[in-house]
């Protein structure tokens, strides 16, 4: 192997990374819709590709696939992901949290629940990226807060009864 080499893996992964969080931002995009728009998540997963947007590129099938199974996911799982959230959102009902943060918030717990497969610390990066574009500096420090206790306590096994098993 080659110094190109190890460039040229590590611009992949780059890509495959970017690739990925423009999944996330469609399946937060998504969920908005969903939450502001009081529709069906299957009529938003149908509606949603089929919008062209201005200066991006379509997503491959699979990223698409991607993003409409964390969107699709996360509102299916609600009844696991809500009260965690609550748990950790000390002082504030989720009815009271910026719409965008509560749907970053639980966009990442689907992912910390549902797909072991992503370390949570990525999860976590993600969902700070998509705080800092979508919402403002204070959210950041907010979902990172909250985020990093729900990951603690999935790790120790005291995140509660609720929450599902490994």
């Not at 969080?21 to 590709?49: C, D, F, K, N, S």
């Amino acid at each position: 192997m080659t110094p190109g080499d190890d460039e040229a893996d590590a611009r992949k992964s780059h890509e495959r990374r970017d690739r990925r969080h423009r999944a996330r931002e469609a399946a937060l995009q998504m969920l908005y819709q969903w939450e502001v728009g009081r529709t069906g998540i299957e009529e938003v997963l149908r509606t949603y590709w089929s919008i062209e947007r201005p200066g991006e590129g379509p997503l491959a099938a699979p990223l698409e696939a991607f993003a409409s199974k964390l969107a699709a996911g996360t509102v299916e799982h609600l009844a696991e992901i809500d009260p965690l959230v609550s748990a950790h959102a000390e002082h504030w009902r989720l009815s009271r949290m910026a719409i965008v943060d509560r749907l970053i918030l639980r966009l990442a717990v689907y992912q910390f629940l549902y797909l072991r497969d992503i370390p949570r610390k990525v999860v976590i990066n993600e969902a700070l990226e998509l705080a800092r574009t979508f919402s403002s500096d204070d959210a950041v420090k907010f979902v990172n807060g909250i985020l990093d206790g729900i990951r603690r306590d999935l790790d120790t096994g005291t995140a509660g009864d609720d929450a599902p098993t490994a």
